[in-house]
């Protein structure tokens, strides 16, 4: 009976989801077992010892280096780099498809961070060490060379791989595979509810609000990351803002703000129109909700992750995630 392989598919997460899909086909067309992490899209030291045990069951290790290097752990290593370390440990067979130009991968799939580029650039040349490495530039491409690359390694490197058991699965056996499809489950909804946490925070992460004010009787317009803003009205949110609340916070972020060159004395007053800017930005992301206009709005129960969230260090942003001073013309209030 043919054996069948299981093969671990690494990779960054959100932004490589069609090409992980990519991979799990061609594997799968191959008539072997796929093995992810998409039941892990959030990242920890519990989930990465599990990852290893996952790496420990396979035979063969593809790594999919896109444009982004990955979250990081205490030691500044990306959770993708640590499982690579992983399999080179086991001394498994590696296979490695790296995207050709990361420069033609569009906004969001790419690193903006000089030191996160650096990282990345180090693990690519790293990864492609010593071993055949296979080029890629979209889903289809990658899909093919899997194919080709596993089928030449299923011949010059074979493993151990699985056999399928024919004999009567006895009562403890069955009740055995009952929990682990119980836990998988488990896993599977779990894994879903980060996924919808990462992409949420991630869509604040790159939102950007223009903050309209006058500061020393002259207009101004300043730019501030969503980020920024959550970060500065979360306290309010706990309990209710309102409109007047949101005005005066508003007006302490811009005068805490205020580099020396650009110094904002009070009064500082924030126009109408940003203030309505701010109550939509929560509306669109689905972060807080109102009981009509602009009374007595609070934090979503669901989005409490992000009162963590927004205190991690963006290294990728300046310390504030602004502001950034847009036009001296005049801004009608």
């Not at 590696?94 to 693990?123: N, Y």
């Not at 969503?226 to 949110?237: D, Y």
Request: charged residues 25%.
């Amino acid at each position: 009976m043919q054996k069948k392989y299981q093969i671990f598919v690494s990779s960054t997460f959100l932004d490589l989801k069609s090409e992980r899909q990519a991979a799990q086909k061609s594997i799968l067309n191959l008539g072997h077992i796929p093995a992810g992490m998409e039941m892990f899209p959030a990242t920890g030291s519990e989930q990465l010892e599990y990852i290893y045990k996952i790496i420990d069951d396979c035979d063969y290790y593809v790594l999919i280096i896109g444009g982004r290097y990955g979250s990081l752990d205490e030691s500044g290593l990306s959770y993708t780099e640590m499982e690579f370390e992983y399999a080179l440990k086991r001394n498994m067979p590696i296979l490695v498809f790296r995207h050709s130009d990361v420069s033609k991968l569009e906004f969001g799939k790419v690193d903006s961070a000089p030191e996160q580029q650096g990282k990345l650039s180090a693990f690519r040349d790293k990864a492609s060490s010593g071993r055949v490495v296979k080029d890629w530039t979209n889903s289809s491409d990658l899909e093919a060379s899997i194919i080709t690359s596993l089928t030449l390694a299923f011949t010059e490197t074979p493993q151990v791989g699985w056999r399928r058991d024919t004999d009567i699965l006895d009562e403890k056996s069955l009740r055995k595979i009952a929990n682990l499809q119980a836990v998988s489950e488990r896993y599977r909804k779990e894994a879903q509810q980060n996924a919808k946490k990462l992409q949420s925070f991630e869509d604040i992460e790159r939102a950007e609000i223009d903050l309209k004010f006058l500061g020393n009787g002259a207009p101004h317009v300043w730019q501030f990351s969503g980020r920024r803003i959550l970060k500065q009205i979360l306290p309010l949110l706990r309990h209710g803002l309102d409109k007047g609340m949101l005005r005066d916070s508003l007006a302490e972020l811009v005068a805490h703000s205020a580099s020396e060159n650009s110094l904002i004395e009070w009064p500082i007053e924030i126009s109408d129109s940003s203030l309505e800017d701010i109550f939509m930005f929560l509306e669109a992301f689905d972060v807080a909700s109102g009981n009509g206009g602009y009374s007595s709005w609070v934090l979503k129960e669901d989005k409490r992750h992000l009162m963590k969230a927004v205190f991690i260090a963006n290294h990728s942003l300046n310390s504030y995630g602004g502001p950034q001073e847009l036009s001296d013309e005049y801004i009608p209030f």
